[in-house]
């Protein structure tokens, strides 16, 4: 019976330095096949050609290369482009390339499915199936600054976690990824340009905050009335928004960093003005900017986006206090790659 061979991008630089001299070898092949694995994305040891064929073979013998496939890639009429990855394990997860005039933005997943239970989205009615690793999560930038390269002639330039999954609830291996795609031995992107988006997990806010992480933070908040948001974000019952408050009230101590709130008006939920003067009461505490985001709707009729007037209130309620606003319009709502959408049509 063949044995499971490790996934050799599971090891850190210093694992597979003493790896190769465990194996009478010098540590610096450790750095050199670590180049190969991650700045040069290698998808079989027989690319490196630096290194000689019978260590190519040994290492074949050890380990495997556990790379995602673009199984399928779609393209909107706006540009838009959305990738069904699949996974070595057969599980398949969703990212979207977003362009603009100056920008390319990959919307990348962290887990298969996901544990919360948000009744707007389509990716909370998939069960949550496994958190992404670190590579899988790397991979996901890397096809996309490929894709850019080839249909847009630049690189990537921006990354946002906003895509399946809860980013804080696969903590680690975010941090690991990112760690990888803003080091220069990976793809060097700048933290500035990555946001982290999350429903809100107050323990895991205090974490990054206490480990001073360089990215940014968005939280998807919908309403700052925690019945409101208990009843469409249900997990709001386990982390009130006291909770989430006081976590972020902390971030912004330790990283005077401003926070983004994704914010979706629907039509009978929290078009009111009783529900934006909560919001602005709620972000007072920091310097803070709310995206408004177009809803996308997910087939069930449930939820439906406010009027224009009541995102017009919303804006200029939020601007009148001092609180930047952004109105968001959809982006590739053709194939289903806008917020909330993904996984709608497997
Ligand atoms: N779990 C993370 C990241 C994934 S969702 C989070 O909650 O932030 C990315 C964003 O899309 C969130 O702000 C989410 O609230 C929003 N979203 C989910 N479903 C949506 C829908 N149907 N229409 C518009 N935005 C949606």
């Not at 610096?28 to 019978?54: C, P």
Request: hydrophobic fraction near 35%; proline fraction near 3%.
């Amino acid at each position: 019976m063949e044995t499971k061979k490790k996934d050799i991008r599971a090891l850190t630089k210093e694992q597979l330095r003493d790896f190769f001299v465990s194996q009478g070898d010098k540590a610096f092949r450790g750095n050199q096949v670590y180049e190969w694995l991650w700045q040069k994305s290698a998808h079989s040891f027989d690319a490196m050609t630096n290194i000689s064929k019978e260590t190519r073979q040994m290492l074949e013998d050890h380990f495997v290369i556990n790379h995602i496939r673009v199984d399928q890639m779609q393209r909107s009429s706006d540009g838009t482009i959305k990738n069904a990855v699949r996974l070595h394990d057969g599980l398949v997860v969703e990212s979207v390339l977003i362009p603009t005039q100056t920008r390319t933005t990959a919307c990348v997943s962290s887990q298969v499915g996901c544990s919360l239970d948000c009744r707007f989205c389509a990716t909370a009615r998939l069960k949550r199936m496994r958190n992404l690793n670190p590579d899988e999560i790397y991979d996901q930038v890397v096809a996309i600054d490929n894709e850019s390269r080839l249909y847009f002639d630049r690189p990537l330039s921006n990354i946002v976690f906003m895509g399946m999954g809860e980013p804080l609830m696969n903590y680690n291996n975010v941090l690991k990824a990112i760690e990888k795609i803003t080091s220069p031995e990976g793809l060097g992107m700048s933290p500035k340009r990555i946001v982290v988006s999350t429903s809100g997990v107050p323990k895991m806010i205090k974490k990054m905050a206490d480990e001073e992480v360089k990215f940014s933070l968005a939280v998807s908040l919908h309403s700052a009335i925690d019945e409101v948001r208990t009843s469409i974000m249900p997990f709001n019952a386990t982390f009130p928004l006291k909770d989430l408050r006081e976590a972020l009230e902390y971030w912004y101590q330790k990283t005077k960093n401003r926070i983004t709130y994704e914010y979706v008006v629907w039509k009978g939920i929290n078009d009111t003005q009783e529900a934006v003067d909560a919001l602005v009461k709620f972000c007072r505490f920091a310097p803070s900017k709310v995206n408004l985001i177009e809803y996308n709707p997910i087939d069930d009729g449930e939820f439906q986006q406010a009027s224009e007037a009541a995102v017009e209130m919303y804006k200029k309620t939020l601007e009148r206090n001092g609180i930047t606003v952004t109105v968001r319009r959809s982006r590739g709502k053709d194939i289903d790659a806008a917020c909330g959408q993904l996984a709608n049509k497997q």
